[in-house]
């Protein structure tokens, strides 16, 4: 089937939505096309997709939400401001142990029910307790056990910390910890399923801006507006009637649809699609550089010839970082290469990733490889999956042939996800290209998540005690300053060691109709349609 004819049957498909029973103009709808799916109604349920944990928040409260802030003049999701969904207000302990939030007494979930403290303390146990993806993230706000959660009374509820812990708070604003009907889910868990997470899967117990009207995974998604919501920033209901989200696979579908008016917004497009949009001016186009996530050339550390700095090192000097960038992603982002430090040394500061002081020179490269014990070269592979071929693959052959000419053989292999995601969980792929996401992008959630032990996230499998000591140490540092001077010994210590190349943030392309105002960066890089309205 042709891509005009598919995009015409979408576009019937959307269309055909808008029913008569509701009442609403097509302002008051908003339609969005993805190239992913929803595939669960609980975010918490292992396999979860991007979109689904997009969905949540849409669905469901939970205690907080982020601020938000100005980067580089677009607006971005503020991991150090929060704002109440659940909670009307908290206050910290002077020791910082013990957080104790008062409840809106006005919410109610989806069915009536006001919601209280016993709600979510369930909730909040079933996130640290259940075989859930909650569990694991939780952990790194030091929220590991349901004793941790106390309810006061009906509309204050406390949490304690056995430290203080600087991300216990943005730990409680990501998609895991969302508040449940406790009554209803409990109605419906089974001795063999108590925390109700088969049924929870396939239907909701929120309290959220948008009810669930038609789920059909895979497909589309229609959501209604609940009109009893008032927990957004202008402490109102949300600003469209109505949400209807479309899997579309073709990028180059979606983006017809949104240039026709068929569809009102997309974020995920082929750079190439988006660069095109923003040219012809028809639309709005906001491209923000993921300031939580890093696309990184990566070594296994651990496996030969890698385990050799100067291997490391050599690769790095051969790169042709600006060609890729421009091949990859039409320079739609921001650059992690190209940076001057004085001496070799990181600058002061409490963030990562930075600008690295890597740049193109052969010359150096071949020496590099001679110290290896390389001379000559030798043979490898560089592999990617297949959901990354629009960026990887142009990136990829400029990294074969520059490696050629430092007498490096490379075959590249495109292997599906989830054979590449196997891989990479048993450590068996020696070079390769990945991303990495932070939700909470502070430096040593960064340097904890995904530089240190025998994890997945550890993609190099780096095993250095330095790192693991300075950002265990950082994790708990009060004082702005000497984290700030932690951050400066973690990021000179790992260009020092070169686990990965940091290449560069990819932009997120938010295309949308001119008419739609109000968009907002994410941590989970979805779109939070409570922020959007139409003017």
Not at 386 to 392: D, F, R
Not at 455 to 463: G, P, T
Not at 465 to 492: C, H, S, V
Request: glycine share 6%.
């Amino acid at each position: 089937m042709s891509i005009l004819r598919t995009a015409g049957l979408v576009a019937a498909l959307l269309a055909s939505t808008a029913l008569p029973a509701l009442a609403q103009t097509r302002a008051e709808t908003l339609r969005h096309v993805t190239g992913a799916a929803i595939n669960t109604l609980d975010p918490n349920i292992p396999g979860s997709t991007r979109e689904a944990f997009g969905l949540s928040l849409l669905t469901y409260d939970r205690l907080l939400s982020f601020g938000k802030k100005q980067l580089d003049g677009k607006w971005v999701f503020d991991l150090d401001k929060f704002q109440p969904e659940l909670a009307e207000s908290y206050t910290v302990s002077p020791d910082g142990l013990k957080i104790t939030f008062k409840l809106r007494q006005d919410a109610k979930f989806h069915d009536g029910t006001p919601v209280t403290a016993e709600d979510v303390k369930w909730s909040l146990d079933r996130a640290v307790t259940a075989n859930v993806l909650g569990k694991g993230q939780l952990l790194t706000g030091s929220l590991t056990s349901a004793d941790q959660f106390k309810v006061v009374d009906a509309h204050t509820f406390e949490v304690t910390l056995p430290k203080p812990d600087k991300l216990a708070l943005a730990n409680l604003a990501v998609v895991y910890p969302v508040i449940f009907n406790s009554k209803l889910a409990k109605s419906k868990a089974t001795a063999e399923d108590p925390w109700a997470l088969a049924w929870l899967k396939e239907n909701t117990a929120g309290s959220g801006a948008y009810i669930i009207e038609s789920f059909k995974p895979g497909e589309t998604t229609i959501l209604r507006r609940n009109p009893d919501w008032n927990r957004g920033s202008a402490d109102k209901p949300a600003a469209f009637k109505r949400i209807i989200t479309q899997t579309i696979p073709e990028a180059a579908t979606r983006a017809n649809l949104v240039e026709k008016g068929d569809a009102d917004i997309a974020i995920d497009l082929q750079a190439t699609d988006a660069a095109d949009l923003e040219k012809k001016g028809k639309l709005k186009v906001i491209s923000t550089p993921q300031y939580n996530a890093i696309t990184f050339v990566s070594f296994n550390n651990q496996m030969p010839p890698f385990d050799k700095l100067e291997v490391r090192k050599a690769i790095a000097a051969a790169l042709p970082y600006e060609d890729m960038f421009k091949a990859a992603l039409f320079g739609r982002g921001k650059p992690l290469y190209g940076a001057t430090w004085a001496d070799g040394k990181a600058p002061t500061g409490e963030t990562f990733p930075i600008p690295q002081p890597v740049k193109t020179d052969l010359a150096e490269a071949k020496k590099l490889m001679t110290a290896a014990g390389f001379p000559d070269g030798f043979s490898t592979t560089f592999s990617f999956n297949v959901g990354q071929a629009g960026t990887a693959e142009p990136m990829a052959a400029l990294l074969k042939e520059a490696l050629a000419k430092i007498g490096i053989k490379v075959e590249i292999q495109k292997l599906p996800d989830a054979q590449m995601s196997t891989l990479i969980n048993e450590k068996k792929v020696p070079f390769f290209t990945e991303g990495i996401v932070a939700w909470l992008p502070s430096m040593d959630y960064f340097y904890r998540n995904f530089y240190i032990g025998p994890i997945r996230w550890n993609y190099s499998s780096i095993n250095d005690e330095k790192i693991t000591e300075w950002a265990q140490t950082a994790r708990f540092e009060p004082d702005m300053a000497k984290y700030a001077a932690l951050g400066k010994e973690l990021n000179t210590r790992h260009f020092e060691l070169m686990p990965q190349i940091p290449l560069w943030q990819p932009s997120q392309d938010a295309v949308m109709a001119p008419s739609v105002e109000g968009y907002v960066y994410q941590f989970h890089r979805q779109i939070d349609f409570r922020d959007l309205s139409r003017k």
